[in-house]
């Protein structure tokens, strides 16, 4: 599935992206700018067609990923060019992925590895799982 995801990515199909997450799945972009909350299909898929509108040649690259139980975590590099000057735009994150039943149940975003590390940690040793609309 995390395979799947890459090239949905890669490619900027919506319809694989969503293929990947559950219905009632949790992606939380905040640690990025203009980051937010979504949960859903409907309000994930507007989160990456933002994106991919703001970032149309947005590319990704797994540079390194490592899963424990139901916990995958991930450093990735995006790469694109900025909106308003064109110059090459490079960001390394950390995504922390949690799958059950061979979908994406959440999915958080980090800037900061050593706060993403810190969570997958926590999250794999049987911490509290990701928050949930109620």
Same mark, same amino acid.
Not at 11 to 23: G, N, R, T
Not at 27 to 40: C, K, M, Q, R
Not at 83 to 100: M, R
Not at 116 to 123: G, M, V
């Given at each position: 599935?995390? &395979?799947?995801?890459?090239?949905? %990515?890669?490619?900027?199909?919506?319809? &694989?992206?969503?293929?990947? +997450?559950?219905? =009632?799945? %949790?992606?939380?972009?905040?640690?990025?700018?203009?980051?937010?909350?979504? #949960?859903?299909?409907?309000?994930?898929?507007?989160? #990456?067609?933002?994106? %991919?509108?703001?970032?149309?040649?947005?590319?990704?690259?797994?540079?390194?990923?490592?899963?424990?139980?139901?916990?995958?975590?991930?450093?990735?590099? #995006?790469?694109? @060019?900025?909106?308003?000057?064109?110059?090459?735009?490079?960001?390394?994150?950390?995504?922390?992925?949690?799958? =059950?039943?061979?979908?994406?149940?959440?999915?958080?975003? +980090?800037? !900061?590895?050593?706060?993403?590390? @810190?969570? %997958? !940690?926590?999250?794999?040793?049987?911490?509290?799982?990701?928050?949930?609309?109620?």
């Amino acid at each position: 599935m995390i &395979a799947r995801l890459v090239t949905a %990515f890669a490619s900027h199909d919506l319809e &694989a992206i969503l293929a990947c +997450y559950q219905h =009632d799945a %949790f992606l939380d972009t905040t640690g990025l700018p203009g980051g937010g909350h979504a #949960y859903g299909h409907g309000a994930i898929r507007s989160a #990456y067609s933002e994106i %991919f509108s703001i970032l149309p040649e947005l590319k990704a690259s797994v540079l390194a990923e490592r899963t424990r139980g139901r916990f995958t975590l991930r450093q990735v590099s #995006y790469e694109g @060019r900025h909106p308003a000057s064109e110059a090459p735009l490079t960001l390394t994150a950390s995504e922390l992925l949690e799958v =059950d039943d061979g979908l994406i149940a959440s999915a958080r975003l +980090y800037l !900061d590895a050593a706060e993403a590390e @810190r969570e %997958f !940690d926590r999250l794999s040793a049987g911490g509290t799982a990701s928050p949930r609309r109620p």
